[in-house]
């Protein structure tokens, strides 16, 4: 990998395949979402969109003022989380559960940059159910074009390098209904 580089993903159309056509309702009946709260600039919201925290059990994440704990591994997303480790060699210690349940749920611009994911942290992201792009735009002063790259029924998408320090990224409102299920697999420096 260049030093320079500023964006790395990598996006493996269908992966999600292999585990089916019902990983969806599978792992909605193993893992218990729940709607959170946050906080942003000061003032605490529910989370547009409902999450569960799976990991390791010293594999403890903070981001937006809220510190998760994680819970065990369900066997869905750990037989996932071993395929994408055995067919890419990486590694991972926890898994953020996001569910959109229809159009209205959403994520804001962010960037997975907090301390426990290291300097350039490795997020494998799969997504079953409803497309919904994920987007890309890049953070103050980087010269570069905003994005979008579709994320199609059992896609998985690899951001790697420095994509986390220099872009932002989001999953917009939209006027589609149906339920996207979202496991981001992550390694927690501990």
């Known amino acids: ?37 946050i906080l942003l600039f000061g003032k605490e919201i529910l989370q547009p969109r409902l999450i569960a925290y799976q990991g390791d059990p ?11 704990s994680p819970q ?9 989380k071993n ?4 067919d890419f060699g990486v590694r991972f210690n926890s898994c953020l559960i ?19 994911l290291g300097m350039k942290p490795l997020i494998a992201s ?3 159910g409803e497309n919904r ?10 010269v570069f074009q905003a994005f979008s790259v579709p994320q199609p029924d059992g896609t998985l998408l690899f951001m790697a390098g420095n994509t986390q320090r220099f872009f932002l990224h989001s999953i917009p409102k939209s006027n589609r209904a149906q339920p996207r299920l979202n496991l981001t697999f992550r390694r927690i420096l501990t």
Not at 58 to 68: N, P
Not at 72 to 80: G, R, V
Not at 104 to 112: A, I, T
């Open 58 to 68: 010293d594999a403890f994440y903070t981001y937006s003022g809220r510190k998760l």
């Open 83 to 86: 395929s994408i480790e055995k």
């Open 126 to 128: 799969i997504s079953f």
């Open 1 to 37: 990998m260049n030093e320079n580089e500023i964006l790395r993903l990598v996006v493996v159309p269908g992966f999600g395949e292999k585990f089916n056509s019902d990983a969806l309702k599978t792992i909605l009946s193993e893992v218990s979402l729940e709607e959170k709260s």
């Open 98 to 116: 996001n569910y959109y349940r229809n159009g209205r749920d959403s994520m804001g611009w962010h960037s997975d940059n907090e301390p426990e």
């Open 133 to 142: 792009a994920i987007q890309f735009k890049p953070k103050k002063g980087i």
């Open 72 to 80: 065990p591994w369900t066997p869905k997303i750990d037989a996932i």
